[in-house]
Structure formats: structure tokens, C-alpha cells
């Protein structure tokens, strides 16, 4: 019987992070299996800024965009990653329906790339869009989407008393039945 992979059904969203900062290989291959994921036209609208905390000063820059709630926890991620999306077509300049499902699916090959690498990645829409534009000089043309902290799992004790019983929570999913319909939707 076919099953979901390992890399995808066991896959969670950390609080807690070891101190260990990834190597730089082994973040650039996390990049690379997002830079080969499918994208419309070949557009490949997708971009990331990263910093680790080897960087103080720009890890305080990222860690400055996050609202308080992830700020919490985020500053002991050894790596926060920025994922954007270009607005316009590369070829004609015109706007981009596709960036934001493509970014995406480049996060979805991140997301189990990081996974089978021993990496775990919790994403984040909780910060300040317009901070990290301006923290993080990006330019009109792109969209900052989700914020991202990458590292190897922690030890929950190292976490704030108050954020104890979210780190062991597991987010529980839907039932197959309720998101996908045969011939037509049936809400």
C-alpha cells in the first residue's frame, strides 16, 4: 500500500530550535530544491533572504519585522528567511496571476527538502510587511509572503513557561472528505 512519505506526514512547525546554525551548503540546497519547483512560464517568481544569528546585526533586522507573539520564540531560530514574490512577468512586464501559488510550490519542495535533511522550517504571517520591505530593502516589483524560521529542533525546557503547551500541540488536519470532491465541489 502506498502511504505519504515520511519527509511530508511528519512534518511540524517548531517553536523550540537547537542553537546550531545550519552550515551554508546545507541551507543552499534548501534553496535549490525551491528554485526547482514548477512555476508558470518558467517564471520562477520566487525569492528568499536569509540571515543566520553568525550575523547579529541582520538577525536583528528580520527578528524586528516579526510581531511580538513570534518574536517570542523566532530569536533563538538560527536562521529567518524571507520568501517573496515577483508581481510582474519577467518576459513582458505584465502582472503575475501565478507568483504566489509558484512561491509556493518552491516552499512545498523547501519544506521537504529541510525535512529530509533533519532541518524543520515554521513559517510565519505574523509580521510587519512594511518593516521588512524597508528592513530589508525590497525592492516595488516583489511581495514579502511568509517569514520563515529554519533550524534543527530544540529542547522545549529552553522555551518560555507560556509557550510550553503550544510547542507540544500538533496542529491536527482536516479529513481527506472535506477538502477534496470528486466531479464537482460539494460544500
Same mark, same amino acid.
Given at each position: 500500500?502506498?502511504?505519504?512519505?515520511? &519527509?511530508?506526514?511528519?512534518? =511540524?512547525?517548531?517553536?523550540?530550535?537547537d542553537?546550531?546554525?545550519?552550515?551554508?551548503?546545507?541551507?543552499?540546497?534548501?534553496?535549490?530544491? *525551491? @528554485?526547482?519547483a514548477?512555476? *508558470?512560464?518558467?517564471? @520562477?517568481?520566487? /525569492?528568499?533572504?536569509?540571515?543566520t544569528?553568525?550575523?547579529?546585526? *541582520?538577525?536583528?533586522?528580520?527578528?524586528?519585522?516579526?510581531?511580538?507573539?513570534?518574536?517570542?520564540?523566532?530569536?533563538? %531560530?538560527?536562521?529567518? *528567511?524571507?520568501?517573496? !514574490?515577483?508581481?510582474?512577468l519577467?518576459? +513582458?512586464?505584465?502582472?503575475? &496571476?501565478?507568483?504566489? =501559488?509558484?512561491?509556493?510550490?518552491?516552499?512545498g $519542495?523547501?519544506l521537504?527538502q529541510?525535512?529530509? @535533511?533533519?532541518l =524543520?522550517?515554521? @513559517?510565519?504571517?505574523?509580521?510587519?510587511? +512594511?518593516?521588512?520591505?524597508? +528592513?530589508?530593502?525590497?525592492?516595488?516589483d &516583489?511581495?514579502?509572503?511568509?517569514m520563515? %524560521?529554519? #533550524?534543527?529542533?530544540? $529542547?522545549? !525546557?529552553?522555551?518560555?513557561?507560556?509557550?510550553?503547551? /503550544? %510547542?507540544?500541540?500538533?496542529?491536527v488536519?482536516? +479529513?481527506i472528505?472535506?477538502?477534496? =470532491?470528486? #466531479?464537482?465541489i460539494?460544500?
Amino acid at each position: 500500500m502506498i502511504k505519504v512519505i515520511d &519527509f511530508i506526514s511528519h512534518r =511540524y512547525s517548531p517553536t523550540a530550535f537547537d542553537k546550531r546554525v545550519p552550515t551554508k551548503e546545507d541551507l543552499l540546497i534548501l534553496f535549490e530544491a *525551491a @528554485q526547482k519547483a514548477p512555476s *508558470a512560464f518558467n517564471e @520562477q517568481p520566487w /525569492r528568499f533572504i536569509y540571515t543566520t544569528t553568525d550575523d547579529q546585526p *541582520a538577525h536583528r533586522k528580520f527578528l524586528d519585522c516579526l510581531v511580538d507573539a513570534n518574536k517570542l520564540w523566532a530569536k533563538t %531560530a538560527p536562521v529567518l *528567511a524571507l520568501s517573496l !514574490a515577483k508581481k510582474t512577468l519577467t518576459r +513582458n512586464g505584465k502582472p503575475n &496571476f501565478y507568483a504566489h =501559488y509558484d512561491t509556493g510550490m518552491a516552499i512545498g $519542495n523547501l519544506l521537504v527538502q529541510a525535512m529530509s @535533511q533533519g532541518l =524543520y522550517v515554521h @513559517q510565519m504571517g505574523g509580521y510587519d510587511r +512594511n518593516k521588512a520591505i524597508s +528592513n530589508l530593502e525590497i525592492p516595488d516589483d &516583489f511581495e514579502p509572503m511568509a517569514m520563515m %524560521a529554519i #533550524g534543527y529542533p530544540g $529542547n522545549l !525546557a529552553d522555551l518560555p513557561a507560556e509557550l510550553h503547551e /503550544r %510547542a507540544i500541540k500538533r496542529s491536527v488536519r482536516k +479529513n481527506i472528505d472535506e477538502v477534496v =470532491y470528486y #466531479g464537482r465541489i460539494g460544500l
